[in-house]
């Protein structure tokens, strides 16, 4: 029991990066929970509900952008390999995204209907920079985990927390509690969050 409890302290490799990772992830979502107060009174519930509905569609984007390949980065043996799935996974969400428009373009009003956006059908647009967003993330993501940068990992689950947060508050007085200030907050938190990322 005694050794069981020395590997998973501090002192193993593995039980450092993990809780690196751990405490980062739980500080970005701390600095989101301690700016839900003032966030509630900048939107509504109808903006929230709106958001969460493209939200929702984001997240399954995630799955498609890329076509899994990123998860594949960590696991090259060498940086060509790994750089060219970066590479593959950029061009992907390209691709991806051009297809996306044009799926928009034709049937965006009928999507907006589905999701329930009303006259706000003009935000499904927000899922091209959104798809492009999680291609990049995924390709320098991979590219950081195949270096072993858990330093770089960490820092971007902090500045993404913080950013999006601020973008929340920020994008929400702007925009006088419009639901696109939610999407220009989640994308904004994801762009500045690429920052911390060594392509190098």
């Known amino acids: 029991m005694r050794s069981i409890l ?7 490799r593995i039980a450092r990066r993990l809780t690196l990772m751990s405490l980062s992830t739980l500080v970005g979502q701390l600095m989101v929970i301690l700016v839900s107060p003032f966030v509630t009174r900048l939107y ?3 903006s929230y509900g709106m958001f969460v509905a493209i939200a929702g ?7 498609l952008v890329g076509a899994g390949y990123g998860a594949a980065i960590p696991l090259c043996k060498r940086d060509k390999d790994a ?12 691709s991806f995204s051009l297809t996306l428009a044009c799926v928009i373009a034709v ?16 935000l499904i647009w927000w899922l091209l920079p959104a798809s492009v967003v999680q291609g990049l993330f995924l390709g320098l993501d991979g590219w950081a985990m195949y270096q072993g940068s858990m330093r770089q990992l960490a820092w971007n ?9 601020s973008g929340q508050v920020l994008f929400g007085l702007i925009s006088s ?6 999407l220009i907050a989640y994308i904004f938190g994801q762009l500045i969050g690429l920052l911390p990322y060594n392509t190098s």
């Open 107 to 122: 049937g965006g009003s009928w999507i907006g209907n589905i999701l329930g956006l009303g006259e706000h059908t003009a």
């Open 44 to 46: 509504g519930p109808a």
């Open 177 to 182: 509690g419009h639901p696109s200030g939610l």
């Open 157 to 165: 689950k902090i500045v993404q927390g913080i950013s999006t947060a």
């Open 83 to 94: 750089s060219a799935l970066a590479w593959l996974v950029w061009i992907i969400t390209i």
């Open 57 to 63: 569609v984001i997240n399954v984007i995630t799955i």
């Open 6 to 12: 020395y590997r998973l302290s501090f002192t193993t």
